[in-house]
């Protein structure tokens, strides 16, 4: 079962921790991430973590957020800083479990709301 937690309202340049969980999983042989969507606009990926640990980010979230994996309690985590109203989503764990580029959504999602 797969638990995504941590969204919530906050005001800009507030943080918020978002954490995707499962049990039964080898975290470290995927490739996770985190995307969002917004109302009216599409599906954006917001990081990205590989098997090795490399990360990637979207060009708007750079230096604000921090994407992480705790192999060893299998949880994903997203850390966002200097939150702004146009990270207003919401956001989805999203797995590649053979790296492939494809990510897909594992659990629900969670609304993030920041009011300015």
């Known amino acids: 079962q797969v638990q995504v937690v941590g969204g919530g ?3 800009a340049g507030g943080s918020l921790r978002l954490s995707c969980a499962a049990s039964g999983y ?3 042989l995927y490739c996770m991430g985190w ?3 917004a109302p009216g606009k599409e599906r954006e990926r917001v990081a990205t973590i590989e098997r090795s640990g490399a990360t990637n980010y979207l060009d708007s979230v750079k230096g604000r ?4 994996k705790d ?3 299998n949880t994903l985590y997203l850390e966002m800083h200097s939150l702004k109203p146009e990270d ?4 989805y764990c999203v797995v590649d479990g053979y790296c492939t580029g494809r990510y897909y959504d594992w659990g629900q ?3 993030v ?3 300015s």
Do not use: D, K, L, P
């Open 113 to 115: 709301t920041v009011s």
């Open 88 to 91: 207003t989503a919401m956001y």
């Open 26 to 28: 080898t975290f470290s």
């Open 71 to 73: 192999n060893a309690e």
């Open 65 to 68: 957020f921090t994407i992480s």
């Open 35 to 37: 995307s969002r969507q």
């Open 109 to 111: 999602g969670t609304q």
């Open 9 to 11: 309202t906050v005001q």
